[in-house]
């Protein structure tokens, strides 16, 4: 990864330049923020504890990357209160480590910084992070991570994943608009990832 | 929504063509898929004993029918002098419009959430705001008609001192699907 250098100004009627075009666009957006993933429609759980993938919140980082990401989850739910009523999960496959932070709620009004270390498999978490639904009905406030995600040398797979935590005959939904937005950093700069599985 | 992948390496060669299958793989639909400016405030705007929603004179961006964006708007604003300092906050939108952005209250640390047209108070809580970065995110999904999505605000309690959204306010976002 290099320092970023401000590139040459465009010049109309040049043919594009080689330099121009590897420093101002790279290869591969890798300098810029860019989609990842987005979810074009809501999807219910009702009456359900067990984690199910959400559909295309997907991601799938190539071996031996580092990639800065943030994945945002929208969602509602008919209850309120101190119930948690939803959980989350970002399940992984593939070697890789990562250090997402979120903000949560540990009451129906009380929010929290958590630091969630991915470890391979994310084995804290997985029976779903707790989150307390703030607003019933309608959207509640987004649950987002944000960090860092270093792969190995098979890459992974990310998959968010959610669920209610509070089993009820109701609709629980992670909404449309739900993403995952980010950008690749570089090489992996930790060579001993691949003992993390 | 097809799942990010990278492209492999490319080398770009002086004076190539460049075609679709290249600017579509490496470049993203021509940098839609990434996150963009979309509108900077140049100037600070102030009103003054003024509770009805207007609009921003800059900040806001035009929605084309079926889009949907993701969108990252930072609002910097002041109450320069009051210590009933407050601005209410809107947004305008095609008719066909659906929108879902959260702001963290400054003050309270509620988020709120705007899901529709109505104006809801931020900063009211009596303390004296110098310069306010209050940060709204969210999907915007445009129906079956296009326009401006705009940034509307006023003193939400009026005060003959100046409420500002100041110079440097901007509205980032990305193109979810074109």
Same mark, same amino acid.
């Given at each position: ?26 290869? %591969? ?52 209160? %101190? ?54 009905g309608t959207y509640s406030p987004p649950l987002i991570f ?15 994943q959610f669920a209610q935590y509070a089993v009820t005959a ?28 | ?124 809580? $009596? ?40 110079? $440097? ?10």
């Amino acid at each position: 990864m290099t320092d970023w250098i401000v590139a040459p100004p465009f010049v109309s009627g040049r043919f594009a330049k080689a330099t121009q075009f590897q420093s101002m666009l790279n290869t %591969d957006m890798s300098m810029a923020m860019h989609r990842l993933a987005y979810k074009t429609s809501d999807q219910i759980v009702n009456n359900s504890s067990t984690l199910v993938d959400i559909t295309e919140m997907s991601v799938t980082v190539p071996p031996n990357e580092m990639w800065y990401m943030e994945w945002e989850f929208r969602y509602s739910s008919p209850t309120s209160g %101190d119930t948690p009523a939803y959980k989350v999960n970002i399940a992984t496959s593939g070697t890789m480590r990562g250090y997402l932070r979120s903000i949560y709620w540990t009451t129906a009004t009380t929010p929290l910084f958590e630091i969630v270390d991915f470890r391979g498999d994310l084995t804290a978490y997985t029976t779903g992070l707790p989150v307390y639904i703030i607003q019933s009905g309608t959207y509640s406030p987004p649950l987002i991570f944000k960090g860092l995600v270093f792969t190995g040398t098979s890459g992974c797979t990310m998959k968010g994943q959610f669920a209610q935590y509070a089993v009820t005959a109701e609709d629980t939904k992670t909404r449309q608009g739900s993403c995952v937005n980010g950008m690749k950093i570089g090489a992996n700069p930790y060579p001993d990832l691949t003992v993390l599985t | 929504m097809a799942t990010w992948t990278t492209p492999s390496s490319k080398t770009w060669n002086v004076g190539a063509l460049e075609n679709a299958v290249d600017l579509n793989r490496y470049h993203r639909d021509n940098l839609n898929v990434s996150l963009r400016p979309l509108a900077i405030k140049p100037t600070t705007e102030a009103r003054v004993s003024d509770t009805t929603f207007r609009d921003d004179q800059h900040l806001w961006f035009y929605l084309n029918p079926n889009e949907q964006w993701y969108v990252q708007f930072y609002l910097r604003w002041n109450n320069v002098t009051s210590t009933t300092p407050d601005i209410a906050v809107t947004f305008t939108a095609p008719s066909s419009t659906t929108f879902n952005l959260s702001v963290l209250d400054p003050f309270t640390n509620y988020h709120i959430i705007y899901d529709g047209m109505a104006g809801v108070t931020i900063g009211a809580s $009596g303390i004296d705001p110098q310069s306010v970065m209050s940060v709204f995110r969210g999907p915007v999904i445009a129906g079956s008609v296009g326009g401006r999505f705009q940034f509307q605000w006023s003193q939400s309690t009026s005060s003959a001192n100046e409420t500002q959204v100041m110079v $440097g306010s901007a509205i980032f976002g990305i193109r979810e699907v074109p």
